[in-house]
């Protein structure tokens, strides 16, 4: 356990990738500006947030220092264009104390996302749309006051956009803001939202995955590691696994999170209520 050094590092390198990418950008026809969008653009923005999930668990600068992980965060998010590491640290915390928690854990889709997209034409549209319930469903699940640094965070990542938009037009802004939206939606490092708790076996709540993906995605495949031990930062999650291969060896995992999202919408069994939801009792404890 703690923090993990060259977690700074790497997010700052990534931040500066995607500066470089907004200025080259700018002066592209619109086709080559969306072709980008996808094929680059969402890969960062996407491994971003994942970033953004290593240090919503302070493992960028340590519990000693836990507004430093909070406002390094806020850097991480300028990219992604959308403020979102405040909020998502709050919630994101409950999910691990009470997974499946109803109520609570705002992971679990709401009762019309499990009744509405049953068919699988209507699973291909909630995969694309993933974003926008992930963004929605806190307010409809668990709404909490607005907080002080979710008021910070939404002040300077809105600045930060205006200024990219003032200085180098709307190709930037589209870049970024579309490619947040389609790495998080029909895109292959997206499988890792419906691989790591939607129920494939009857029983097993998560799921590891131990693909090459992890590279760009801070080892958030080795799920069943993390929630097990949620305070070791992503890179040393493998040495968790090697220590103790009798606990996950044997465990259900995959190997490729395109034929997740595949097979989820192929499997007429599956669909957004294959998840556990948990009645909690005694004492909640929220973020």
Partial sequence: MGPDQRLKWIVCMMVVIQFLAFYLVKDLDWKWVLFW??????????????????????????????????????????????????????????HHRYLGGDGI??????????????????KFVW?????????????????????????????????????????????????????????????P???????????FLKGHETYSYYGCLNLLTFNVGYHNEHHDFPSIPGRRLPLVK??????????????SWVRVLYDF?????LSPYSRIKRKLKGDVKQE
Wanted: charged fraction near 15%.
């Fill in 37 to 94: 969008t996808y094929a680059f653009g969402s890969c960062i923005n996407h491994s971003m947030t994942l970033a953004i999930h290593e240090i919503s668990h302070n493992t960028a600068f340590g519990n000693s220092k836990a507004m430093w992980n909070r406002y390094f965060a806020m850097f991480a998010n300028l990219p992604i264009g959308l403020p979102y590491s405040a909020s998502f640290k709050r919630y994101h915390l409950d």
């Fill in 265 to 269: 919408i192929i499997d007429d069994t």
């Fill in 242 to 255: 090697k220590i103790a291969p009798e606990y996950y060896d044997d465990l259900p995992q995959y190997t």
């Fill in 189 to 199: 490092i997206s499988g890792h939202f419906i691989a790591e708790h939607y129920m």
């Fill in 127 to 187: 995969i694309i749309l993933q974003p926008l319930f992930y963004a929605v469903r806190p307010l409809c699940i668990n709404p909490k006051p607005v907080s002080q640094l979710e008021l910070t965070n939404v002040a300077v990542q809105v600045i930060f956009d205006i200024l990219l938009w003032w200085m180098w037009g709307a190709k930037p802004v589209v870049y970024m803001l579309a490619g947040s939206m389609l790495g998080m939606g029909l895109h």
């Fill in 105 to 122: 854990d705002v992971d679990i889709p709401t009762e019309f996302e499990g009744w509405f997209f049953c068919t699988r034409f209507r």
